[in-house]
């Protein structure tokens, strides 16, 4: 309908989208467009902490943090990155804390910290405070500052605007988006020198989630079809302490304040496995123990769950660090937890995989490798060698946050660093828009033809049907599908399943009818458009996972038990063509030199 | 169990005024409010138009009146309501269409009150400092979630729709106690005005109101203290 015009689109208002978009409004026009209030993103959502070696409360060095990172990734995740992650994170908490972050405080006044998950001290030896926080709500303050940034900055904000597609324009450039006002119903073209995807994860693929019900894996869907691969989808973390059956977070905080996770005998089982990290051993690992424990016959009651156990803990430590989920607990369980045990299950949380990106959140379409070979390999003296290759860049298109794999996590990410993630790759972006406008000019490229043509006739195929099935039955099949054959544990035969399933599945998603043929305010629209978002997520996750066959962090292949160094230490990339075929490419993992990093050498994952 | 709920609906493209529909949801007592929204809207109506996200009390997108008080839909179970339920849209805020309200005032009222910090020193090297017992002034402020129930529920707000109301009263109180901020003259500018702190009446609707358990009337009065000191 309209055409807006701004040098900067940001597609998403969480922590990664709000953070580029107040440092590229530092020399750029800039607006942020949300399928919801920017206030209600799931950044909010967040919990726990987020970690940086600030050493407030004992010594600690990015470097250890960053030992912590490449170790929790298993080994997959790119070591340029993960060392720039780490070294930014303090002034970056630093920086957020100057925009009026009101963090938790040690007694003389400076940013408090606690143990979390897999962040050690000294290379492994014992969990060490790293996690700043504000109580058990971090990611609400952060994401509120950030909003109130944005505001204070004059950034443009477009809310409840759908965005349907990417444009790139017959040079292969960026042009901007095309989005759906929801409460007109009309289309609109953005047009933008730069694009910025930050549109946060996809939990709403598996059915038990601790994702808001907007995490439907938009920005995955929109990057694919606009010909853009997504590296490492098949590695989707499940952490292990969602509330038994609602799949509601309750955070690694509680476990990093003492809590204990215990069996059907009263066990703290997580001894036995990780005895020297125990119940703050990463969340892949927690999340398998808790499931051998069940088959074993060792969860309550014999059925699907454990216990959180934080009934030692002091009333007050509860009240004061850990007041959200102590409420939560007596809204949705009728318990409390200073009394009583908190059921829990693993439950899907995050994307390790997404649109692949450098450190600077340039997106990128292709690699080009120079030494012919896909994957890592070991020179004479047994060192991991990185062979050469090269990125083919999507001119002016940017991704960061839970949509983006740049890549920090690998195959398993450590609790806190998605925050960090966040803010510190969401402030590099807006950092190097900056520097892209100034230094390739502000002019707005040339749309492609007919640009609102695809979103149109998508919306209007939903809106004229009048025969099929209801969203919701495809969906919640669609989620069940993924939580039998797909989640924790994996084999060939559930893969195949999976992927004989997802065939059927998305002919039926498009075929879907649904209710509301209105143009105002049509969330069933949405949810049918959303639908196919899952479909393709869902699919990408599938065909990846089935063609790894080894385990690595989250990708847990009881035919394949192994880590496989030799034959699989590289990214997958997960390309879907218009004619519905698919192609997974590899490209090596960057490990940095061994002489001057000993440490980030592959070697067996213990803890 | 059976459940009988009761939703106020409007169509700004079919209807000229609001009407009731009542439906027949099976429900378990444990179930949430939003559980039974979606329950109708996947199962039976899928016009029924509401925003929701997180799903359980830390986005703010779910607020609407149930049974005759401002709530999250998501925080809000069955068992606490009985079998007869009745859900209505946010009060005087203009309807979009069925539990969708025009939060657009009430956002303005906020960024009125200047919610950002505010601190024009240059930024120190590291974090600036601040006691826990500074921290602990402003704590509860910035645990709101801008839902809107506080504010929606306030009888000044139902007489002057212009009122800054309780979260943006409360928005200017987490700023100016931080021991950071430097606007504290120009929010109590703002602030310190009929339709603003002095036409709070300490009616404590919004502390009723507020799903994350906010003492809102107690530091709106703080910040009326705080505003008389200023003046004399």
Redesign the interface.
């Known amino acids: 309908m309209a055409i807006f015009e701004h040098e900067v689109v940001v597609v998403g208002a969480g922590g990664a989208g709000l953070m580029a978009a107040r440092y590229a409004s530092e020399g750029a026009d800039v607006a942020v467009l949300s399928k919801l209030h920017p206030l209600r993103s799931h950044t909010g959502a967040a919990q726990g902490g987020i970690c940086a070696a600030l050493g407030n409360e004992e010594e600690d060095h990015w470097i250890w943090h960053a030992f912590d990172t490449v170790k929790g990734s298993d080994y997959l995740g790119d070591q340029d990155a993960i060392v720039i992650m780490c070294q930014d994170a303090p002034r970056t908490i630093i920086e957020l804390e100057h925009d009026g972050v009101p963090f938790s405080r040690t007694p003389d006044g400076k940013i408090a910290q606690r143990p979390f998950g897999g962040h050690t001290r000294n290379f492994g030896e014992a969990p060490v405070r790293r996690a700043c926080y504000a109580a058990d709500r971090t990611g609400h303050v952060i994401l509120h500052t950030l909003y109130e940034q944005c505001l204070k900055r004059k950034v443009r904000f477009y809310n409840e605007f759908q965005v349907l597609d990417l444009l790139i324009n017959p040079d292969g450039e960026v042009a901007g988006v095309v989005a759906y006002e929801i409460r007109t119903g009309e289309i609109h073209t953005f047009r933008a020198r730069a694009v910025v995807l930050a549109t946060g994860g996809y939990g709403r693929v598996y059915k038990t989630t601790s994702n808001a019900h907007a995490n439907t894996g938009d920005g995955f869907a929109i990057a694919l079809r606009a010909g853009i691969p997504l590296e490492d989808m098949e590695f989707v973390q499940f952490h292990p302490t969602g509330m038994y059956r609602l799949g509601i977070l309750i955070t690694e905080g509680a476990r990093g304040e003492g809590g204990v996770l215990r069996n059907r005998l009263g066990e703290r089982f997580m001894e036995r496995y990780a005895p020297t990290v125990k119940d703050l051993a990463p969340r892949d690992v927690i999340s398998r123990c808790i499931y051998q424990e069940i088959r074993e016959g060792r969860g309550i009651d014999g059925k699907d769950y454990v216990y959180l156990d934080l009934t030692h803990l002091s009333l007050k430590q509860i009240e004061t660090k850990l007041p959200e989920i102590a409420t939560f607990s007596k809204i949705y369980l009728g318990i409390d937890p200073s009394r009583e045990p908190i059921p829990v299950a693993p439950t899907c949380h995050y994307a390790m995989g997404g649109i692949p990106t450098d450190p600077d959140g340039r997106v990128y379409r292709a690699v080009r490798l120079l030494e012919g070979r896909d994957g890592n390999y070991q020179d004479e003296q047994g060192r991991w060698v990185t062979p050469r290759f090269e990125l083919e860049y999507v001119p002016g298109l940017y991704a960061a946050g839970e949509v983006a794999c740049v890549s920090v996590h690998g195959a398993n990410r450590l609790g806190t660093n998605s925050l960090l993630d966040l803010v510190v790759f969401g402030r590099r972006v807006g950092k190097a828009i900056v520097q892209q406008l100034e230094r390739e000019g502000r002019r707005l490229p040339a749309l492609p033809d007919d640009p609102e043509r695809r979103a149109r006739q998508t919306l209007e195929a939903i809106l004229s049907r009048s025969e099929g099935e209801s969203v919701a039955q495809v969906r919640a099949d669609l989620q069940q599908m993924m939580m039998d054959n797909v989640s924790v544990f994996r084999t060939a035969e559930t893969l195949q399943q999976a992927r004989q399933a997802i065939a059927e599945i998305r002919n039926r998603a498009e075929r879907v009818r649904i209710d509301d043929h209105g143009r105002q305010f049509n969330t069933d629209l949405m949810e049918a458009w959303e639908l196919l978002s899952l479909v393709d997520v869902a699919e990408s996750i599938i065909h990846s996972a089935e063609a790894r066959t080894e385990s690595r962090g989250a990708h847990s292949r009881e035919d394949y038990p192994k880590r496989d160094d030799a034959r699989w230490l590289k990214h997958t990339l997960f390309y879907r063509y218009p004619d519905g075929s698919v192609e997974l490419r590899y490209r090596p993992v960057t490990i940095l030199p061994a002489e001057q990093y000993p440490f980030f050498q592959p070697k067996e994952r213990k803890y | 169990m059976q459940v009988t709920v009761k939703i106020k609906r409007f ?4 209807d000229e005024a609001p009407h009731w529909e009542t439906y027949h949801v099976p429900a378990d007592p ?1 179930d ?1 409010v939003l559980d039974l929204l979606n329950y109708i ?3 039976i ?3 029924l ?13 779910d607020a609407m009146r149930i049974n005759g008080e401002n709530k999250l839909a998501c ?1 809000v ?1 069955v068992k606490d309501l009985g079998p007869e339920i009745t859900i209505e849209p946010l009060p005087v805020l203009p309807v ?2 069925d539990l ?1 309200v025009d ?1 657009t005032s009430f ?1 303005r009222k906020y ?1 009125a009150v ?4 505010i ?1 024009d020193d240059p ?1 120190p ?8 017992r500074d ?1 602990a002034l ?2 509860e402020a ?2 709101c ?2 839902c809107g129930a506080c504010t929606q529920s306030c009888p000044s707000t139902w007489a002057d729709p212009d009122y800054l109301g309780p979260a943006a009263l409360l928005k200017a109180y987490r ?1 100016v106690f ?1 021991s ?2 430097q606007g504290t003259e120009e929010r109590l500018r703002i602030v310190d005005s009929n339709q603003g702190l002095w036409k709070c009446y300490t009616i404590f609707n919004c502390v009723e109101a507020c799903p994350k ?1 906010i003492d809102v009337t107690r530091w709106i009065s703080a910040l009326k203290r705080r505003a008389v000191t200023a003046r004399y």
């Open positions: 169509n700004p493209e079919t444990m949430r809207k996947w199962h109506d899928g016009t138009t509401y925003r929701r996200s997180c799903a359980h009390g830390v986005c703010g997108s925080s179970l979009i269409k969708v939060m956002f960024e200047k919610p950002w910090l601190n930024p090297e590291r974090e600036r400092l601040q006691s826990p921290h402003i704590e910035t645990k979630i801008l700023f931080d950071r901020d358990e």
